[in-house]
């Protein structure tokens, strides 16, 4: 594999300021400050409807904050979706009607030629060969001329991380990417991620619903949840990270150093009731 290392820049690369999300009068995200250093892995969990997926669509760029800002390398973030951050989602993003290959290639040609959508020539072969070199680093070079159907839901997979590396983003968000998959599919995913995290130097934020997971994948894991309730209203509050815990940053750790970080669960933060703002 051909490393794209991030360039060296000094302090986080991402760092979130006092953020909020609101739509209308429900709050989901409240004041959330965080900075996340380059060549991490950051694993988020929580409940459901605790604002996970909210987190990663306004550091996609999908979204815009209500309140607070968000700063890339020390500036504040453009307000849409660059390649310098890539996403994976659990439902996998690809056309049925073209092959693995041309799946691949499709991106290159948004961003290169936006207007058709097309490379011809030289420039299509040189996306030709990067999109083959790029199927080949997560396992699919032999699959290829496949089209969708014909790949299993780890292959799928496979592809939707492809699509989203060739643009060689520095922030890969991944939304509960293995949720759908198999015990043993799901274990050569993780092992895939993470040659993929240290061999393109990549800054990873990834949703999870799986405890062990998040911590058998991250350096670092965040817990959202809501510090402050009114059973009256549910929607005055959001939710914020409730808990931060640092781990190593060996991309493939002992298992039994997982086994003994893994928590039995995230203990639930107190929250006194119907806490004023």
Known sequence: ??????????????????????????????????????GSFVSIVGPSGAGKSSLLRIILGQEQPTRGRIDLDGAPLAPECGPDRGVVFQRYSVFPHLSALDNTV???????????????????????????????????????????????????????IAQALIKRPRILLLDEPFGALDPGIRADMHKLIRALWRDYALTIVMVTHDIREAFTLGTRVLALDK?????????????????????????????????????????????PSQESA
């Open 1 to 38: 594999m051909n490393a794209a290392p991030a360039p060296s820049v000094p302090g986080p690369i991402l760092s979130l300021q006092n953020v909020w999300v609101e739509y209308g009068d429900k709050i989901v995200l409240e004041r959330v400050d965080l900075d996340i250093e380059a």
């Open 227 to 271: 510090r402050r309730h009114d059973p009256h209203a549910p929607h005055r509050f959001g939710a914020t990270a409730v808990y931060d815990i640092a781990l190593r940053k060996d991309p493939d750790p002992d298992p039994a150093e997982v086994s003994a970080a893994v928590p039995p669960a995230i203990p639930q933060s107190p929250v």
């Open 106 to 160: 499709f991106g290159m040609e948004c961003a290169q030629a936006p207007v058709l959508a097309r490379l011809f020539g030289s420039a299509r072969r040189a996306a030709i060969a990067e999109a083959t070199e790029m199927l080949h680093a997560v396992g699919l070079g032999d699959s290829m001329h496949l089209y969708p159907a014909q790949l299993s839901g780890g292959m799928q997979q496979r592809l939707a």
